[in-house]
Nanobody, 124 residues
Framework: QVQLAESGGDSVQAGGSLRLSCVAS????????MAWFRQAPGKEREGIAA????????YYADSVKGRFTISQDSAKKTVYLQMDSLKPEDSGMYYC?????????????????WGQGTQVTVSS
């Protein structure tokens, strides 16, 4: 089973930017959907962005649309999350995850692999 490892989390001021990376331990099948979730203290883990490996199609939660960009580098087995115009409400633990296809990509139960997470803190 593929293992995922996130990095890039940090503490930044509101309005700043961060780029998160998620490296997979093995090459991913063409229909793999890679997603980023985040979880703030006391809140449920929510899907914020996803991308389908073979087409590059992208999907975003309304809360991050226009500010966050998900991308992939298949050769490096890496998925990125570029986060711009960060807000304090973007703070939380960010996880990457893998599943088959991106249909209903926000459903956590359909993901077969999760990373350990990387912490993002945005101060006002």
């Amino acid at each position: 089973q593929v293992q995922l490892a996130e990095s890039g989390g940090d503490s930044v001021q509101a309005g700043g930017s961060l780029r998160l990376s998620c490296v997979a331990s093995t090459s991913l099948a063409s229909h793999t959907c890679m997603a980023w979730f985040r979880q703030a203290p006391g809140k449920e883990r929510e899907g914020i962005a996803a991308t389908l490996r073979d087409t590059g199609a992208t999907y975003y939660a309304d809360s991050v649309k226009g500010r966050f960009t998900i991308s992939q580098d298949s050769a490096k087995k890496t998925v990125y999350l570029q986060m711009d115009s960060l807000k304090p409400e973007d703070s939380g633990m960010y996880y990457c995850a893998a599943r088959w296809l991106c249909t209903y990509w926000t459903l956590r139960a359909d993901y077969y692999s999760w990373g350990q997470g990387t912490q993002v803190t945005v101060s006002s």
